[in-house]
């Protein structure tokens, strides 16, 4: 079945910068769009950032451009996100997510942003 694991959260001082990523596995990775989304506490969730399964395109939401990277590797089924300059209003689970005809959801990493 569809499995997508988050790794990578964690605590980090403002200003810093972490590491997020996504191994996914039971379908052609490489044919999905693979997507970082994120859910502040209290908050609806939101889109971070997407990559296209060619990775010829990438789209970032506008909070977090210019600070965030979103890439992939096709050979190993793995997406990844890398976050600099971190706020404390970045902190949220992190949800990496594949989508085609349908989106499948991973269960999240928590990253709290903190001093």
Same mark, same amino acid.
């Given at each position: 079945?569809?499995?997508?694991?988050?790794?990578?959260?964690?605590?980090?001082?403002?200003?810093?910068?972490?590491?997020?990523?996504?191994?996914?596995?039971?379908?052609?990775?490489?044919?999905?769009?693979?997507?970082?989304?994120?859910?502040?506490?209290?908050?609806?969730?939101?889109f971070v950032?997407?990559?296209? &399964?060619?990775?010829?395109?990438? &789209?970032?939401?506008?909070?977090?451009?210019?600070?965030?990277?979103?890439?992939?590797?096709?050979?190993? &089924?793995?997406?990844?996100?890398?976050? &600099?300059?971190?706020?404390?209003?970045d902190t949220?689970?992190?949800?990496?997510?594949?989508?085609?005809?349908?989106?499948?959801?991973?269960?999240?990493?928590?990253?709290?942003?903190s001093s």
């Amino acid at each position: 079945q569809v499995q997508l694991v988050e790794s990578g959260g964690g605590l980090v001082q403002p200003g810093g910068s972490l590491g997020l990523s996504c191994a996914a596995s039971g379908f052609v990775f490489s044919d999905y769009v693979m997507s970082w989304y994120r859910q502040p506490p209290g908050k609806e969730r939101e889109f971070v950032a997407s990559i296209s &399964n060619t990775m010829t395109t990438t &789209n970032y939401a506008d909070s977090v451009k210019g600070r965030f990277a979103i890439s992939r590797d096709n050979a190993k &089924n793995l997406v990844f996100l890398q976050m &600099n300059s971190l706020q404390p209003e970045d902190t949220a689970v992190y949800l990496c997510t594949a989508s085609r005809l349908k989106r499948y959801w991973g269960q999240g990493t928590q990253v709290t942003v903190s001093s």
